[in-house]
């Protein structure tokens, strides 16, 4: 056997990164770091080290796991291999699946360190969910239904468990907001569900989008989306304000609302509105957590 040349483990390496999806790395890490900051108006060792878990590692559990065992139905997808996913060779497979246990349980046992019973529940629910979305036997993203309310886990779990580390006593606020997070997670994955519908259903692969069809996901999706900014309308000032962040994401949907299943790869091009207004809303989310932190 040749062993691997540098250039190859450097190509390897830059695989293995890409798969954790780095253009997404901050829609885990913010909740988890703003959820904990506002808690406890502080920035600490914790803080720190708990950000930089749900930055890379978390994200490369999630979407290592993913690619690892998603790569049959991936070679049909015309999607992977760049930003929205790597096309992962089957020789760095196992590579990728040490590297994200590597990675993590360090961060695992640090935050189990300093945590209590309600941070320890949290952080299970938040690492079974990436575990169980696609590792075999579990495969929650090919349960339809509960595919969407498991990846929208991945996005709203850190901030739960940053308010559990802070010991913070949960608001009306706190948990309407959460609630509205969840509903756009599940508006999030449900989308973006659409665009694969062929190649999921080329592969054997079930969905939401698979089993309701291209259009009534849509629709679902800008439900959930407008469900969530009503719900921000609930929230104590300037919580209001973050009803707006929904409109965005709306009004990007909004055109394939009578989407077919025979169009749907169609809805990639709004997919990838989505990866950028995520920054954009992220920026917006930013202005009013600082308009929260100096009332």
């Given at each position: 056997?040749?062993?691997?040349?540098?250039?190859?483990?450097?190509?390897d390496?830059?695989?293995i990164?890409?798969?954790?999806?780095p253009?997404?790395?901050?829609?885990?890490?913010?909740p988890f770091?703003a959820?904990?900051?506002?808690?406890?108006?502080?920035?600490?060792p914790?803080?720190?080290?708990g950000?930089?878990?749900?930055?890379?590692?978390?994200?490369?559990?999630?979407?290592?796991?993913?690619?690892?065992?998603?790569?049959?139905?991936?070679?049909?997808?015309?999607?992977?291999?760049?930003?929205?996913?790597?096309?992962?060779?089957?020789?760095?497979?196992r590579?990728?699946?040490?590297?994200?246990?590597?990675?993590?349980?360090?961060?695992?046992?640090?935050?189990?360190?300093?945590?209590?019973?309600?941070s320890?529940?949290?952080?299970?629910?938040?690492?079974?969910?990436?575990?169980?979305?696609?590792?075999?036997?579990?495969?929650?993203?090919?349960?339809?239904?509960?595919?969407?309310?498991?990846?929208?886990?991945?996005?709203?779990?850190p901030?739960i468990?940053?308010l559990a580390?802070?010991?913070?006593?949960?608001?009306?606020?706190?948990?309407?907001?959460l609630?509205?997070?969840?509903?756009?997670?599940?508006a999030?994955?449900?989308?973006?569900?659409v665009?694969?519908?062929?190649?999921?259903?080329?592969?054997?692969?079930?969905?939401?989008?698979?089993?309701?069809?291209?259009?009534?996901?849509?629709?679902?999706?800008i439900g959930?989306?407008?469900?969530?900014?009503?719900?921000?309308?609930f929230t104590s000032?300037?919580?209001?304000?973050?009803?707006a962040?929904?409109?965005p994401?709306?009004?990007?949907a909004?055109?394939w609302w009578?989407?077919t299943?025979?169009?749907?790869?169609?809805?990639?091009?709004?997919?990838?509105?989505?990866?950028?207004?995520?920054?954009?809303?992220?920026?917006?989310a930013?202005?009013?957590?600082?308009?929260a932190?100096?009332?």
């Open positions: 056997m040749t062993a691997p040349t540098r250039g190859t483990l450097g190509r390496l830059a695989q990164v890409l798969s954790s999806r253009i997404s790395w901050i829609n885990t890490a913010f770091a959820a904990y900051l506002l808690a406890t108006r502080e920035i600490d914790t803080l720190i080290i950000t930089l878990y749900f930055l890379i590692p978390y994200n490369l559990a999630m979407y290592g796991i993913n690619d690892v065992f998603d790569y049959a139905s991936d070679l049909a997808n015309p999607r992977k291999g760049g930003i929205e996913g790597a096309l992962l060779s089957p020789r760095i497979h590579a990728t699946l040490w590297a994200a246990a590597i990675t993590n349980v360090p961060f695992l046992i640090y935050l189990v360190i300093v945590g209590n019973p309600a320890w529940i949290w952080l299970g629910v938040s690492v079974f969910a990436v575990i169980a979305y696609s590792a075999p036997g579990l495969r929650f993203k090919e349960r339809p239904f509960l595919d969407s309310t498991t990846s929208s886990l991945h996005f709203v779990t901030a468990v940053g580390l802070a010991e913070t006593e949960l608001t009306v606020t706190a948990v309407v907001v609630v509205a997070f969840f509903l756009w997670g599940m999030a994955h449900a989308f973006g569900a665009q694969d519908i062929a190649p999921d259903r080329e592969g054997g692969i079930g969905s939401i989008a698979t089993v309701i069809g291209a259009r009534a996901t849509v629709r679902l999706s959930l989306w407008t469900l969530a900014g009503i719900a921000m309308l000032w300037p919580g209001p304000l973050g009803a962040l929904a409109i994401y709306i009004v990007n909004a055109p009578n989407v299943d025979e169009t749907s790869p169609g809805t990639n091009r709004a997919w990838r509105r989505f990866i950028a207004l995520n920054y954009f809303a992220g920026f917006l930013t202005m009013i957590l600082i308009v932190w100096i009332s």
